[in-house]
């Protein structure tokens, strides 16, 4: 039970990832609303790293943002995020990896594998919530420019790249939780039963008897003499 949790937990680790990279890169974090406009010949939106003009003609002029100290506050924080995001999720792929119980490092014990995995479950947990920051927080400003009433630029609603990035927070919340349940449940069933050991010690008296004396490694202030 707990290597399907590993498994699922990983796979959907490996998901969200993917989600993240799509989201970063895409150019539709908002996008300009049609409501206020007499025309839907022309779509303007924008992303992380560009701005775009679409007509309905099929032709899409990009402009790079020209500068980095000139940009929003919010912005610059919300590139931070999703690249720490990116990156913390790629370690949490390779941690986790790493901690599987159906792979095979060196001679690695059950609970040093068990620790790694819970390792990676974490960073996959760390991952998902800077991207759920960056996309929150990037549509609470855009929810907010769009009902300011002193705002006279055009207004911008959600775009499809903030749904991608709630999907994949989401994804990355869930498989680090599965993870983290899978190493508790496995270190859980192995403390449930412990192994009993013994540890003999052969002695000769002076009357030539042979004195067997066994104790429980678990326990050594209990001992049994056996004659």
Not at 76 to 93: D, E, H, K, N, Y
Request: proline content about 2%; some cysteine.
């Amino acid at each position: 039970m707990a290597v399907g949790l590993q498994i699922v937990g990983l796979v959907l680790g490996v998901v969200s990832w993917c989600l993240q990279s799509s989201c970063t890169s895409s150019q539709v974090w908002k996008m300009r609303s049609q409501v206020e406009s007499l025309t839907s010949s022309q779509w303007q939106f924008e992303g992380l790293w560009m701005s775009c003009a679409a007509t309905s003609l099929g032709s899409v002029q990009c402009s790079r943002f020209k500068t980095v100290l000139g940009l929003p506050a919010h912005l610059q924080t919300c590139r931070a995020l999703m690249i720490l995001s990116l990156l913390v999720g790629f370690a949490a792929i390779i941690v986790s990896v790493l901690g599987l119980k159906c792979t095979k490092i060196g001679r690695t014990s059950e609970h040093a594998k068990d620790q790694i995995a819970l390792s990676g479950g974490i960073l996959f947990i760390l991952s998902g919530l800077f991207t759920l920051i960056a996309v929150s927080w990037y549509a609470a400003r855009v929810i907010h420019d769009f009902y300011d009433p002193l705002r006279g630029a055009v207004r911008f609603e959600l775009g499809t790249g903030l749904y991608l990035g709630w999907a994949a927070s989401g994804l990355a919340l869930l498989g680090g939780s599965m993870l983290c349940c899978s190493c508790r449940k496995s270190s859980s069933s192995s403390s449930s039963s412990p192994a009993r050991q013994f540890s003999y010690n052969f002695t000769t008296t002076s009357r030539g008897q042979s004195i067997y004396r066994a104790a429980p490694a678990s326990d050594s202030s209990f001992s049994k003499a056996y004659v």
